[in-house]
Nanobody
Framework: HVQLVESGGDSVQAGGSLRLSCTASKSSLSVNCMGWSRQAPGKEREAVAEISNRDNPTYALSAEGRFTISKDKAKNILYLQMKELRPEDTAVYTC????????????????????????WGQGTQVTVS
């Protein structure tokens, strides 16, 4: 039974940085697809960034240039490094794993969603003021 546990959420000032972590209880990072999404109060969930099993990333327009998704396979940890944070980044950030829906990860500036998720974490709160 695999679990995903996020950490690293915090309250920061605009312009600040945070690194979110998602630790898998068992090896999950070799699965097809993992990613981060976020949901702000009263808004729909937004896919922020994804990464394939070959480490190809996708980023939402809102995240491109400011967020970086990566993973440490040895430690079973998925990361989301965020910089230049804005108040509109305030949300609960959730990691998830699943299967790739598409093969063309290597096109210029691929946008989520590329992943069909089947396992979610509980989320971690990021507040930017």
């Amino acid at each position: 039974h695999v679990q995903l546990v996020e950490s690293g959420g915090d309250s920061v000032q605009a312009g600040g940085s945070l690194r979110l972590s998602c630790t898998a209880s068992k090896s999950s990072l070799s699965v097809n697809c993992m990613g981060w999404s976020r949901q702000a109060p009263g808004k729909e969930r937004e896919a922020v960034a994804e990464i394939s099993n070959r480490d190809n990333p996708t980023y939402a327009l809102s995240a491109e240039g400011r967020f970086t998704i990566s993973k440490d396979k040895a430690k079973n940890i998925l990361y989301l490094q965020m910089k230049e944070l804005r108040p509109e980044d305030t949300a609960v950030y959730t990691c998830a794993r699943g299967m790739t829906m598409y093969d063309n990860w290597d096109v210029p500036n691929p946008r989520p969603p590329y992943c069909d998720y089947n396992l979610w974490g509980q989320g971690t709160q990021v507040t930017v003021s």
